[in-house]
Structures are given as C-alpha cells and as structure tokens.
Nanobody, 122 residues
C-alpha cells in the first residue's frame, strides 16, 4: 500500500489550501485517516483524523478552519484548510490505518505518505 499526498504550497495568511492523499495497493478497508504536521525542531502533531463509524477530531488550534473528509470509493482523504495562519506553516503528512493482505491473511497496518510543505506568509 502506498499513500500519495498532494496539494501543498505557499499562500498568504487568510488563504486556503486543500491537501489530498490517495491510497493505492491491495486495500480491503481504511479504518482511520489522519493528517499530521511537523515544524523543524518540534514534535509531530496530529492535525485531524477521521475514523470510520466514529467521526472526526481536530487539533484545537485548527477547529473551525480545517475540515477532514474522505472518499471511500477513491481511497482518498482530504484536508480543506481555510483562514490559514502563519503558525500553520509545516510539513503535512497523511497517515492511514489500512486493512490489507499479509502473509497469513488480512492484517491492519499503518502507512504514511510523503510530506507536503505548506507555507503561510503573513
């Protein structure tokens, strides 16, 4: 299974970006999608997650501005980021908990996409 992220870039404060992350490979289901971000010198933090049958959760600082969503048919997740602030500048990485094939049957594993840089200038 591979995750391919896209959509990063540079925007001015107050602007919007939409990140996408597509999963490919042998996938039975994706139980959890998430976006993380990291700034050099700081720990990676969970920005948003969407759990099948449960719902979504967000980092407090992005609530009301970011929206995580998914398209099950496309095995893709999205992160709509509105009203971006300079403090949102980071490398964003997607993460998925995927039910896929293993050596003895179906297994659940976590996969990571490559990071995509989001730069917000004030």
């Amino acid at each position: 299974v591979q995750l391919q992220a896209s959509g990063g870039g540079s925007v001015q404060a107050g602007g919007s970006l939409r990140l996408s992350c597509a999963a490919s490979g042998i996938i039975f289901s994706i139980n959890r999608w998430a976006w993380y971000r990291q700034v050099p010198g700081k720990q990676r933090e969970l920005v948003a997650a969407i759990i099948s049958g449960v719902g979504t959760n967000y980092l407090d600082s992005v609530k009301g501005r970011f929206t995580i969503s998914k398209d099950n048919a496309k095995n893709t997740e999205y992160l709509q980021m509105n009203n971006l602030k300079s403090e949102d500048t980071a490398v964003y990485s997607c993460n998925a908990e995927v039910q896929t094939t293993g050596t003895t049957g179906w297994v659940t594993r976590q996969f990571w996409g490559q990071g995509t840089l989001v730069t917000v200038s004030s």
